[in-house]
């Protein structure tokens, strides 16, 4: 079965670059049958979608963290990755991977990054 | 953009009382939402898609309806372990936008 695990360091320093992974395992991000989102959750907050990216390489942003947001796919490791830039305090949250066909029936254990210098 | 809001923000029921959750969006979605449960401390999981089909095992005392603007997760019989925040979302088109979430527990 189709497994999500997220990677990347859990403190960043205000104004640099956010850099996660999300490692796909149990079946293939190029099946073509799913869009790999990332969300986040501030502490005590609720589910924020942040964007998508098909296997093809097409992405959909937030239109909140639009300009400072990146997903990219890598095929060949079966991995998808985010960049959040200029990050500030605010951008501290658990951040989460998943799958979805509509619904999102798979998701990642989440990783949890702290935005301090 | 498409804007969902939830109703009520919390709630508190006794075991075995049926519990009603409301997720209302700014603009019709046909039946292009999902509903999921959160557990303190744990990952967000599906309970319902398309409005109404519930995920693979799911227990059946849950169970989603609605159309348009209007949607409602039913909990049937509520047991201890519905404890938790539940959230809908969108998905007829980007952004895949949740609403606020109904923290649930028990009176």
């Known amino acids: 079965q189709v497994q999500l695990q997220e990677s990347g360091p859990g403190l960043v320093k205000p104004s640099q670059t956010l850099s996660l992974t999300c490692t796909v395992s149990?079946?293939?991000?190029?099946?073509?049958?799913?869009?790999w989102s990332w969300i986040r959750q501030p502490p005590g907050k609720g589910l924020e979608w942040i964007g998508y990216i098909y296997y093809s390489g097409s992405t959909y942003y937030n239109p909140s963290l639009k300009s400072r947001v990146t997903i990219s796919v890598d095929t060949s490791k079966n991995q998808f990755s985010l960049k959040l830039s200029s990050v500030t305090a605010a951008d501290t949250a658990v951040y989460y991977c998943a799958r979805s066909i509509g619904g999102m029936d798979v998701w990642g254990q989440g990783t949890t990054v702290t935005v301090s210098s | 953009d498409i804007q969902m809001t939830q109703s009520p923000s919390s709630l508190s029921a006794s075991v075995g009382d049926r519990v009603t959750i409301t997720c209302r969006a700014s603009q019709g979605i046909s039946n292009y939402l999902a509903w999921y449960q959160q557990k303190p401390g744990k990952v967000p999981k599906l309970l319902i898609y398309?409005?109404?089909t519930l995920q693979s095992g799911v227990p059946s005392r849950f169970s989603g309806s609605g159309s348009g603007t209007d949607f409602t997760l039913t909990i049937s019989s509520l047991q201890p372990e519905d404890v938790a925040t539940y959230y809908c979302q969108k998905y007829n088109s980007a952004p895949f936008t949740f609403g606020p979430g109904t923290k649930v527990d028990i009176k």
């Open positions: 398309a409005a109404s």
């Open positions: 149990g079946g293939s991000i190029s099946s073509g049958d799913y869009y």
